[in-house]
């Protein structure tokens, strides 16, 4: 009986999808297309009072973390992402990566279906997170020799859900 209940467990364990398991704080997700990686962070102290996530992106290619941000507009609309970090892989500037009154929604795909990302803390980890513009954003930047070098490097916006941390 215990061989048989234990079995059950084990397989319930092994079946469950890994988005059940994770939530939006401890989900790591990975660029399929190129080696980003995006993880979600607490958001800073200091940081808007409307901002309601933030998150790293990790390019290994040029040896720099870019950190992004969600605001949550007036509550009637959609979360909308920005991100910043230093201009080049050498650069002490910072820059932002999206285009000048440029903030566009961030979306979550929860069991197949797109939504707008569900970013309070315990929220689940979407099984993707898509940022659009994020990768036309990036290649009209410095970093474009270094993160899209090599015919097989063709990043863009949608990151998959690779496990928790």
Same mark, same amino acid.
């Given at each position: 009986?215990? =061989? ?8 319930? +364990? @092994?079946?469950?999808? @890994? ?13 399929p297309d190129a080696p980003w990686s995006l993880t979600f962070e607490r958001v800073p *102290?200091?940081?808007? !009072? ?12 040029? %040896? $720099?973390? =870019?950190?992004? !941000? +969600?605001? %949550? /507009?007036?509550?009637?609309?959609s979360p909308l992402w920005s991100i910043e970090g230093p201009c080049s892989s050498k ?6 990566? =999206?285009?000048?009154?440029? /903030?566009?929604?961030?979306? %979550? @795909?929860?069991?197949? $279906? +797109? *939504? ?7 929220? $689940?980890a979407p099984e993707q997170i898509i940022l659009p513009q994020l990768a036309v954003s ?7 020799? /270094? ?5 097989? $490097? ?8 690779? %496990?928790?941390?």
């Amino acid at each position: 009986m215990r =061989l048989a209940i234990g079995l059950m467990l084990s397989l319930t +364990v @092994i079946g469950a999808p @890994i988005g059940a398991e994770c939530s939006i704080t401890n989900a790591r997700y990975i660029q399929p297309d190129a080696p980003w990686s995006l993880t979600f962070e607490r958001v800073p *102290k200091y940081g808007a !009072a409307n901002q309601i996530a933030a998150f790293a992106l990790e390019l290994p290619n040029s %040896g $720099v973390t =870019l950190h992004g !941000a +969600v605001h %949550g /507009s007036n509550g009637f609309g959609s979360p909308l992402w920005s991100i910043e970090g230093p201009c080049s892989s050498k650069a002490q500037d910072s820059c932002q990566f =999206l285009m000048e009154n440029q /903030s566009p929604p961030i979306y %979550g @795909i929860y069991d197949g $279906v +797109v *939504k707008f990302l569900e970013a309070e803390r315990g929220s $689940v980890a979407p099984e993707q997170i898509i940022l659009p513009q994020l990768a036309v954003s990036l290649w009209d930047s410095n970093y474009r020799d /270094s993160e899209w070098a090599g015919d097989d $490097v063709m990043p863009g916006d949608a990151f998959l859900l690779e %496990g928790c941390e």
